[in-house]
């Protein structure tokens, strides 16, 4: 099956800096990754798609990269804040298939005045 | 707009009692429907997804059941809690025809302390 890595449990940032989150899958290259936002006992929140033939994928202050050739997704937060601290989840899937999705364990995001 | 719908928030319940959560989503109709649980310091595993009314796929043998009696509602149930059962539970909805992208959302969770 699908395993996902997001290698750093923690990130603490100064405010102002980027915060770059890494994601590495094995096995298959996913049809698309998403990531996802979760504060503290709350659901997780979509973020961000990107699909195996893009690139690069921005919303507002969000970028996100796919490198099938390193099977991996960058997250980057640019002028981070402090109301960007919570868990970012990285999360893997393969086009139709219902219920197949393989989940990190998540990046803590913490960002300081 | 679509929402989602889970409750009880918290639960706290003696071990060997019954369990019932219950999750409903509104704004959509023939969703795919999900039961995730979150343990401390883990990332998300899915239990029980449906793609219909009365149509449940179960991802990890466990004392859990799930039931969808409507099309829009969900149901965990456990007969007998065990203390390995406490956590986040949360519910979550897809649209239908994931090939454009499976993306879910998220109820805002459940936490059951087994005690």
């Known amino acids: 099956s699908q395993k996902i890595e997001q290698n750093s449990e923690a990130l603490n940032i100064q405010e102002g800096k980027t915060a770059t989150l890494t994601c590495n899958y094995t096995n298959y290259s996913p049809a698309y990754l998403q990531w996802y936002r979760q504060d503290p006992g709350r659901g997780p929140v979509f973020l961000l798609l990107?699909?195996?033939?893009?690139k690069e994928k921005r919303k507002e202050r969000l970028k996100v990269t796919f490198d099938t050739t390193l099977k991996q997704s960058l997250f980057h937060i640019t002028a981070s804040q402090p109301a960007d601290s919570a868990t970012y989840l990285c999360?893997?899937?393969?086009?139709?298939?219902?219920?197949?999705?393989?989940f990190g364990r998540g990046t803590q995001l913490t960002v300081w005045p | 707009s679509q929402t989602i719908h889970q409750w009880p928030a918290t639960l706290v319940q003696p071990v060997g009692s019954p369990l019932s959560l219950e999750c409903t989503v509104e704004?959509?109709?023939?969703?795919?429907l999900y039961w995730y649980r979150q343990a401390a310091g883990r990332g998300l595993q899915l239990l029980f997804y449906?793609?219909?009314?009365?149509?449940i796929s179960s991802e990890v043998p466990q004392n859990l059941s799930a039931s969808r009696p409507q099309d829009r509602q969900f149901i965990l149930s456990s007969k007998k809690l065990l203390l390995s059962d406490s956590g986040f539970y949360l519910c979550a909805w897809s649209p239908q025809g994931g090939a454009s992208g499976n993306t879910i959302y998220f109820g805002e969770g459940s936490w059951l302390t087994v005690v």
């Open positions: 990107i699909r195996e033939n893009e």
């Open positions: 999360v893997s899937g393969r086009g139709s298939t219902l219920g197949r999705l393989y």
């Open positions: 449906s793609v219909g009314i009365g149509q």
């Open positions: 704004g959509t109709s023939n969703p795919n």
